[in-house]
C-alpha cells in the first residue's frame, strides 16, 4: 500500500521558518517528479513547487518563488520544503504526491498557520 506522510507543519509567526517533510512507502518515487501542494480554507488545493526525480527540476509559482525551498533525498524516499519568511497567506494544510498528482496517493496533510 502506498503512503506519503506529511509532518513538520505548526503554528509560526509571520516571517518565521518551517521545514516539511514527506516520507513515501509502499514504494520507491526516485523516478517520479514529487510535488507540494496547499489548500487554504475555502479555496481549492493549489500547486506549490516540484521536483524531478534527479532533483534537477524545481518549479515554484507565484510569490512563492525566493522563499520556498524544495529538495528531496531519494535514499530516504522523503522530499522536503523549506519555507522561510512566511506570510499569513500561507496558512493552509500541505500535502505532497507525484506531479501530476495520483488521487489515491493523497494523505492526510500537515497545517501551517501564519500569524500577523
Known amino acids: 500500500q502506498v503512503q506519503l506522510v506529511e509532518s513538520g507543519g505548526g503554528s509560526v509567526q509571520t516571517g518565521g521558518s518551517l521545514r516539511l517533510s514527506c516520507i513515501a512507502s509502499g514504494r520507491t518515487f526516485s523516478s517520479s517528479t514529487m510535488g507540494w501542494f496547499r489548500q487554504a480554507p475555502g479555496k481549492e488545493r493549489e500547486f506549490v513547487a516540484d521536483?524531478?526525480?534527479?532533483?534537477?527540476?524545481?518549479i515554484y509559482t507565484g510569490s512563492k518563488k525566493g522563499r520556498f525551498t524544495i529538495s528531496r533525498d531519494n535514499t530516504k524516499n522523503t522530499v522536503y520544503l523549506q519555507m522561510d519568511n512566511l506570510k499569513p497567506e500561507d496558512t493552509a494544510v500541505y500535502y505532497c504526491?507525484?506531479?501530476?498528482?495520483?488521487?489515491?496517493?493523497w494523505g492526510q496533510g500537515t497545517q501551517v498557520t501564519v500569524s500577523s
Open positions: 504526491n507525484t506531479n501530476p498528482p495520483d488521487p489515491d496517493y
Open positions: 521536483i524531478g526525480g534527479s532533483g534537477g527540476v524545481r
